[in-house]
């Protein structure tokens, strides 16, 4: 039974730094793609940053040069540092888990579909 659970959300002024974290168990990171997802009220599932088995990373225009995604293989945790949030970055956060590699980008409209697995959100709020 695969779960993921994140943790980390809270709330920050503008211009301030988060880190989530999302543990895993019943899974590898090692070996497959992970993600982080996020959803404001009103809008849709978004893609954030995506982070392949070898480590390479893609990210969403929108937050480019403010977040890193990385995993720490050995504790199965995957990380979003989250610098310079603005108020636009609020929004429930996931992580999600694939069974290969990351095949769309991860700001593609159907990015959600590529993962199998979920975390149930952690929230961010920006002020």
């Known amino acids: 039974h695969v779960q993921l659970v994140e943790s980390g959300g809270g709330s920050v002024q503008a211009g301030g730094s988060l880190t989530l974290s999302c543990a895993a168990s019943?899974?590898?990171?090692?070996?497959?793609?992970m993600a982080w997802f996020r959803q404001a009220p009103g809008k849709e599932r978004e893609g954030v940053a995506a982070?392949?088995?070898?480590?390479?990373?893609n990210y969403a225009d929108s937050v480019k040069g403010r977040f890193t995604i990385s995993k720490d293989n050995a504790k199965n945790v995957l990380y979003l540092q989250m610098n310079s949030l603005t108020p636009e970055d609020t929004a429930m956060y996931y992580c999600?888990?694939?069974?290969?590699?990351?095949?769309?980008?991860?700001?593609?409209?159907?990015?959600?579909?590529?993962?199998?697995?979920w975390g149930q959100g952690t929230q961010v709020t920006v002020s």
């Open positions: 999600a888990g694939g069974q290969g590699h990351c095949m769309t980008a991860i700001q593609a409209p159907g990015a959600p579909d590529e993962y199998q697995y």
């Open positions: 019943g899974y590898t990171y090692r070996s497959y793609c």
């Open positions: 982070i392949e088995s070898n480590g390479g990373a």
